[in-house]
């Protein structure tokens, strides 16, 4: 379980595919990983993956192919930068809200507004999401806990400070990329208890 407020940003060493799985090497500041040991779970970019083998400034995940289709994982590239949040203490504050690193789908980057020293980025989801997304709710988006601002049938937006901006991968957006999406799971909860009535 996570809360969706990043600790750190990490960087992509290495991608190596392996029979049928993905290995990724990823550098981060070593107190990032002074607490972090084999075997534990970390969410890199919103995807719950667990840590394989560590060095004092790197870490390795692996990624079966479900996974990388379910996500943006396929462009992934060496270099590139990634959202990091360590799986979160029983005894810790909950700053975000409830993330399982579980992602549900994608969502396509289609335009970035800047509002003053703010940003609003615009996405469009597939459709299979959108009964999930509602307005002021929760999203996590590339596993920043995020509350939507716009739910449109077309797309959906959310509201970016400079905090977050500055301490995120938000800051390397493009349009046209992918980003992986969790939606709330109290709306998936109750979305099936009513559809089973």
């Not at 360590?86 to 810790?92: E, I, L, Q, S, W």
């Not at 469009?124 to 002021?136: C, G, N, P, R, T």
């Not at 998936?188 to 009513?194: D, G, Q, R, T």
Request: charged share 25%.
């Amino acid at each position: 379980m996570f809360t969706g407020i990043i600790e750190k940003i990490g960087k992509i060493n290495k991608i190596e595919l392996k029979n049928d799985f993905l290995s990724i090497d990823i550098s981060v500041d070593k107190s990032f990983l002074k607490a972090v040991k084999e075997g534990d779970s970390i969410s890199v970019n919103g995807i719950c993956l667990t840590v394989v083998n560590k060095t004092l400034d790197t870490f390795t995940i692996e990624a079966v192919g479900e996974t990388v289709n379910l996500t943006s994982m396929e462009e992934w590239r060496n270099g590139d930068e990634v959202n990091l949040e360590k799986a979160m203490k029983a005894n810790g504050r909950f700053d975000g809200h409830m993330v399982q690193g579980h992602v549900d789908s994608t969502a396509e980057v289609k335009k970035i507004i800047p509002v003053g020293d703010t940003y609003v980025f615009r996405f469009i989801a597939h459709s299979d999401i959108s009964k999930f997304l509602v307005f002021k709710g929760s999203i996590t988006i590339d596993g920043v806990s995020l509350t939507l601002i716009e739910d449109n049938l077309d797309f959906f937006e959310v509201a970016i400070i400079p905090h977050t901006y500055k301490h995120t991968i938000f800051r390397n957006y493009t349009v046209g990329q992918s980003v992986n999406i969790e939606t709330d799971i109290i709306g998936k909860y109750l979305n099936k208890i009513i559809s089973e009535r």
